[in-house]
């Protein structure tokens, strides 16, 4: 028998047990001693259907004994009843060991209750429903499981793999396309409650559409954020503030790569301003809302391009002249590594100022010569990058870094650090450099606070 065959067998008979379980409840089961009887009579049929496919394993040591059936709660945690004796228990009749499922169920399934208080677990690609949790095939011993350990070439969804993230609020920049949708879309899936801060709500609403046709119970909304505006990034911070919303990962990911020379209405180059200064006012303003969600985690997006340039004047200063430059003194390559670079010292300052609070800070890179919407500026770059797409990572692997440092646990309280391929790597000498970071920022608050009136300092 083929292994596809076997397993229609197998859903055969379970539907075919939920059916008249559920008819048996609704006719003539009164009292307990029936329910059990039920479900053995039952659970014997579905074990006959596994010995008809060929699935049965008699010579395991997991086997149960006769009169004795393996349940799930709602959260996982296996447990096994007696039917003879009408009792339960948490460990294994026969090896005395502890279970729980394993991971989340298999895509296109889900856990809801029916109207009756049970857990019902829904098929929604075969369109069907069963009582019988379909990760009892892949039930795991309670042990302590080490981190694991992730490469260039783990997707988002792998990381959060059996991850509930129902708790969280997540605000991403730039989460409308490419690793930024990719991002949103991951947290989405796991019952975050995402925000998307994009400069073009047309395109981020399209995102939230994308994200809510793949799974209806998403919770993703989109709201507008011009970084290339410091006024729209304070009226965003402001709309934020009043939804009363925690903020436990606040993702920097927007960015522009490049781009003509152009000058910003706060009459700043566009790259610096869209890449570093619209997010350190963004965290900037939204501070407290971070600090009342501790533990909560800041992940700037940055690149490994910070390695080919510098930021300080001969007095060893951070100097404005080099990241917001005179268009004879352009060169958008060069102020993109300018703008990188500036986001791991930011990261750094940031993790140093707020990490007393509970909010830590981390930069990272998320791949090389992905083929994203941040080149369209040059239809050089756009070719370039054309070429490269077959060897590069996809949007998901590209998310992968991201996700790793707003959510991996072995990084709870850690921060200050730079990540590629979900590892932690060194950066350049000056990205380091913790002078270069405070001057950095104080530069940022002067620009800004030039700017403004009453924002708040760190």
Known sequence: MQFGSRHRVVAEVLEDRRVRVSALSDICIHSPEQIFLSDFRHSLEAMAALKYAGMDDTDSEDELPPGWEERSTKD?????????EMKTQWEHPKTGKKKRCAGDLPYGWEQETDEKGQIIYIDHINKRSTY????????????????????GNTAALEILQGRDLSDKVVLITGGNVGIGFETARSFALHGAHVILACRNLTRANKAVSLIQEE????????????????????????????????LHILVCNAAV????????????????????????????????????SAPARVVVVSSESHRFTDLLDSCGKVDLVLLSPSKKDYWSMLAYNRAKLCNILFSNELHRRLSPYGVTSNALHPG?????????????????????????????????????CAVAPELEGLGGMYFNNCFRCQTSAQAQDPSSATSLWELSERLVAERSVGIQAL
């Open 132 to 151: 019988f949790d379909p990760r009892h095939a892949f039930t795991v011993e309670d042990v302590v499981v080490k981190p694991k350990r992730y490469d």
């Open 368 to 404: 090389n010569m992905m083929y994203t919407s941040i080149h369209r500026s040059w239809w050089l770059m756009t070719f370039l990058f054309t070429l490269a797409r077959p060897f590069t990572k996809s949007m998901q692997q590209g998310a992968a870094t991201t996700v790793y």
């Open 257 to 292: 790569c490049t781009q003509p020379y152009m000058l910003t209405e706060d009459n700043l180059e566009s790259t610096f301003q869209i890449c570093h200064l619209g997010h350190f006012l963004l965290v900037q303003c939204l501070q407290d809302v971070l600090r009342r």
């Open 215 to 246: 799974w209806h119970k998403a919770r993703v909304e989109a709201m507008m954020c011009n970084l290339a505006s410091l006024r729209s990034v304070r009226e965003f911070a402001e709309s934020f503030k009043a939804m009363k919303l925690p």
């Open 76 to 84: 996982g945690w296996v447990y096994y009843a007696n039917h003879d």
